[in-house]
């Protein structure tokens, strides 16, 4: 524990001095609550309180009620991150009764937005949904929906994320984000739990409005399908992602067959592919398309064993 502590000493002295040459009121007051983190992480709870006293003072200098706001928002993140979530919670009960009383409905919107990701962040769901109808209606209430969805998706808190998305009602925004669920699930083994979502996610794909969209997406759910052992349902799927070249137009049309074109080289369907590429015509999207197919193939014959990609083929 000492050698780490020597260790960290020279960073925090660096950020230390950060803090001390930064003007910014705001920068100074985050990088104190974070200092004041790193300082409970090696188990100096006094220089821990010290900092995040130096934070709170900052931040309440700050004249701009929405930017003070803002600030203490991310300082009971910190909070959080120092494992007191009693004093996380009342900073940002705190900060609700600020925004709702103080602020302009624009700033309103973009506070609770921010107060929002933080009670996702820490959990708090019910909090979160809470913060979201006050920030914002309708349109702007799904982007903060889908915000909060893909931080958490980025902090691979999945099954939260799936939680939060239920309430979208952009069918591509959901279709997209299952769809990057899914592909984690599929890296870590978890094959059951992509089996149980599937139908869903499949349902909401189809209630795309633009053929274009639908089309990729559904192929690309194919591809999922493929990979959890659903090889019935994948060729029904790519059938339905095909079938929406012919509703479309011009490039729209080559390029969304390409596309699934490209899907199935992926799952080193090589035929299938080179058969629905046959049909793309246009220059312009045949080549590069064509292109990263050719070089998927002989990376898959270079790296694959041959009864592999024979058994690929045949199925």
Same mark, same amino acid.
């Given at each position: %524990?000492?050698?780490?502590?020597?260790s960290?000493?020279?960073?925090?002295?660096?950020?230390?001095?950060?803090?001390?040459?930064?003007?910014s009121?705001s920068?100074?007051?985050?990088?104190?609550?974070?200092?004041?983190v790193?300082?409970?992480?090696m188990?100096?709870?006094? &220089?821990?309180?010290?900092?995040?006293?130096?934070?709170?003072?900052t931040?309440?200098?700050?004249?701009?009620p *929405?930017?003070?706001?803002?600030?203490?928002?991310r300082i009971a993140? #910190?909070y959080?991150?120092?494992?007191?979530?009693?004093?996380?919670?009342?900073?940002?009960?705190e900060?609700?009764?600020? *925004?709702a009383?103080?602020?302009?409905?624009?700033?309103?919107?973009?506070?609770?937005?921010?107060?929002?990701?933080?009670?996702?962040?820490?959990?708090?769901?019910?909090? *979160?949904?809470? /913060?979201?109808?006050?920030?914002? &209606?309708?349109?702007?209430?799904?982007?903060?929906?889908?915000?909060?969805?893909?931080?958490?998706?980025?902090?691979?808190?999945?099954?939260? /994320? %799936?939680?939060? %998305?239920?309430?979208?009602?952009?069918?591509?925004?959901?279709?997209?984000?299952?769809l990057r669920?899914? /592909?984690?699930?599929?890296?870590?083994?978890?094959?059951?739990?992509?089996?149980?979502?599937?139908?869903?996610?499949?349902?909401?794909?189809?209630?795309?409005?633009?053929?274009?969209?639908r089309g990729?997406?559904?192929?690309?759910?194919?591809r999922?399908? *493929?990979?959890v052992?659903?090889?019935?349902?994948?060729?029904?799927?790519? &059938?339905?992602?095909?079938?929406n070249?012919?509703?479309l137009?011009? #490039?729209?049309?080559?390029?969304?067959?390409?596309?699934?074109?490209? +899907?199935?080289?992926?799952?080193?369907h090589?035929?299938?592919?080179q +058969?629905?590429?046959?049909?793309?015509? +246009?220059?312009?999207? #045949?080549?590069?398309?064509g292109?990263?197919?050719?070089?998927?193939e002989?990376?898959?014959k270079?790296?694959?064993?041959?009864?592999?990609?024979?058994?690929?083929?045949e199925?």
């Amino acid at each position: %524990m000492l050698a780490v502590r020597q260790s960290l000493q020279a960073p925090l002295a660096r950020v230390e001095t950060m803090i001390a040459d930064t003007s910014s009121l705001s920068e100074k007051a985050v990088l104190q609550a974070r200092l004041a983190v790193a300082f409970m992480e090696m188990g100096n709870k006094a &220089k821990a309180r010290l900092n995040f006293g130096f934070a709170s003072r900052t931040a309440g200098q700050i004249t701009e009620p *929405a930017d003070r706001i803002s600030v203490f928002t991310r300082i009971a993140l #910190r909070y959080f991150d120092a494992r007191n979530t009693t004093l996380a919670n009342e900073i940002l009960a705190e900060a609700e009764v600020l *925004a709702a009383t103080q602020l302009e409905p624009q700033l309103r919107a973009r506070v609770f937005g921010e107060i929002a990701m933080a009670r996702g962040y820490m959990g708090d769901f019910v909090g *979160a949904n809470l /913060a979201i109808n006050n920030g914002g &209606k309708e349109a702007g209430r799904q982007q903060l929906v889908a915000k909060l969805a893909e931080v958490l998706i980025v902090d691979n808190r999945f099954f939260e /994320a %799936m939680g939060i %998305m239920e309430s979208l009602e952009d069918h591509v925004q959901f279709t997209q984000m299952q769809l990057r669920i899914f /592909a984690n699930f599929i890296y870590s083994s978890r094959v059951d739990e992509v089996k149980q979502r599937l139908g869903s996610a499949i349902s909401r794909a189809r209630q795309i409005n633009e053929p274009s969209e639908r089309g990729l997406l559904l192929s690309q759910l194919a591809r999922i399908a *493929a990979r959890v052992g659903e090889d019935a349902h994948s060729e029904v799927l790519f &059938k339905e992602a095909l079938e929406n070249s012919d509703v479309l137009e011009g #490039r729209k049309s080559q390029l969304n067959r390409g596309l699934v074109a490209l +899907d199935r080289a992926r799952l080193l369907h090589f035929r299938q592919s080179q +058969d629905t590429l046959e049909f793309v015509t +246009d220059i312009v999207v #045949r080549d590069p398309i064509g292109n990263e197919i050719a070089a998927t193939e002989r990376t898959a014959k270079t790296l694959l064993p041959e009864s592999l990609l024979e058994k690929e083929e045949e199925d």
